[in-house]
């Protein structure tokens, strides 16, 4: 079971601003920094976001991220029909040795 | 291009073993930090296992301590997890992952291998 707690859906209509949560403790995302991963079903995940609030090379600046205690958050702004998938973040925690993952949260596109 | 490439899956009885192996090319895999993370049919990605550069840190998700071992072969740009005791809740698509060298983040992904559990 993840120990990172997120919403299980969002939506908005293209052009809106939706924002995902990403609920964790201190022993993950109050130690260490937080990724976020899109899934479009049928396909392996890809990296959106690193250390936070960056973005590799590639990933629209559309998408953002930020933390702030024990919590993260992942903002998409401008939202596009290609949004449309499955938004996991993850961590280091220090507690378990290991890296564990959100629930994940289901983005549609209305 | 940075490529991970996973194989090895297949049907196996509970109790079964099977080995999964995962060929890099296009970066130096000897100067990476490798992954492996599975994901059960319609469920979210799940963590299992860390390795470092040399193949001499490892790391496990409890769910699997004491039944997979990861390793390496640096000279062969080849990722492997050899899976024991076998279980239903094993069943999922294994990605093997890359390790950002600047982060602790997942940058690279393969497409996956499906491990079915089923006698």
């Known amino acids: 079971q993840s120990v990172l707690t997120q919403p299980p859906s969002a939506s908005g209509t293209p052009g809106q601003r939706v924002t995902i949560s990403c609920s964790g403790r201190?022993?993950?995302?109050?130690?260490?920094?937080v990724s976020w991963y899109q899934q479009v079903p049928g396909t392996a995940p890809k990296l959106l976001i690193y250390t936070n609030n960056q973005r590799p090379s590639g990933v629209p600046a559309r998408f953002s991220g930020s933390k702030s205690g024990t919590s993260a958050s992942l903002a998409i702004s401008g939202l596009q029909s290609a949004d449309e998938a499955d938004y996991y973040c993850?961590?280091?925690?220090?507690?378990?040795?290991?890296?564990?993952f959100g629930t994940g949260t289901k983005v549609t596109v209305l | 291009e940075v490529q991970v490439v996973e194989s090895g899956g297949g049907l196996v009885q509970p109790g079964g073993s099977l080995t999964l192996s995962c060929a890099a090319s296009g970066f130096t895999f000897s100067d990476y930090w490798m992954h492996w993370v599975r994901q059960g049919p319609g469920k979210g990605l799940v963590w299992v296992s860390r390795i470092n550069r040399h193949g001499d840190n490892t790391y496990y998700a409890d769910s699997v301590k004491g039944r997979f071992t990861i390793s390496r072969d640096n000279a062969k740009n080849t990722l492997y997890l050899h899976m024991n005791s076998l279980r239903a809740e094993d069943a999922a698509v294994y990605y093997c992952?890359?390790?950002?060298?600047?982060?602790?983040?997942?940058?690279?992904w393969g497409q996956g291998t499906l491990v079915t559990v089923s006698s």
């Open positions: 201190y022993s993950n995302i109050g130690s260490n920094t």
């Open positions: 993850a961590a280091w925690d220090d507690s378990l040795n290991g890296y564990v």
């Open positions: 992952a890359r390790e950002s060298s600047s982060s602790l983040a997942i940058d690279y």
